[in-house]
Nanobody
Framework: QVQLVESGGGLVLPEGSLRLSCAAS????????MSWHRQAPGKARELVAT????????FYEDSVKGRFTISRDNTKNTMYLQMSSLKPEDTAVYYC?????????WGQGTQVTVSS
């Protein structure tokens, strides 16, 4: 079992920045990759970015390339999403997920609102 807890969401002005964190506990040593997803009101959940746990290879959805940076600190079992140049369309609940031994675990989500 892997438990995930997100933090760092909030209200930010357009073009502002936020950093989300996702702390893993439990059987976190078996994690192979972690991801950030988001779900806006009335829309399906979408993948934002992924990072492999051992090597740190990354993947980004096209709309966030150049604005978001995913990273991880293996010593703290924590993943981050640095978000810059935020747009109103980035408003969503952001969820982290982890894949461990072919199972996917989810956090509870954190709200990000980009508005003036």
């Amino acid at each position: 079992q892997v438990q995930l807890v997100e933090s760092g969401g909030g209200l930010v002005l357009p073009e502002g920045s936020l950093r989300l964190s996702c702390a893993a506990s439990g059987s976190s040593v078996s994690i192979s990759s972690m991801s950030w997803h988001r779900q806006a009101p009335g829309k399906a959940r979408e993948l934002v970015a992924t990072i492999t746990w051992s090597v740190g290879s990354t993947f980004y959805e096209d709309s966030v390339k150049g604005r978001f940076t995913i990273s991880r600190d293996n010593t703290k079992n924590t993943m981050y999403l640095q978000m810059s140049s935020l747009k109103p369309e980035d408003t969503a609940v952001y969820y982290c997920s982890a894949i461990s031994r072919s199972k996917t675990y989810w956090g509870q989500g954190t709200q990000v609102t980009v508005s003036s």
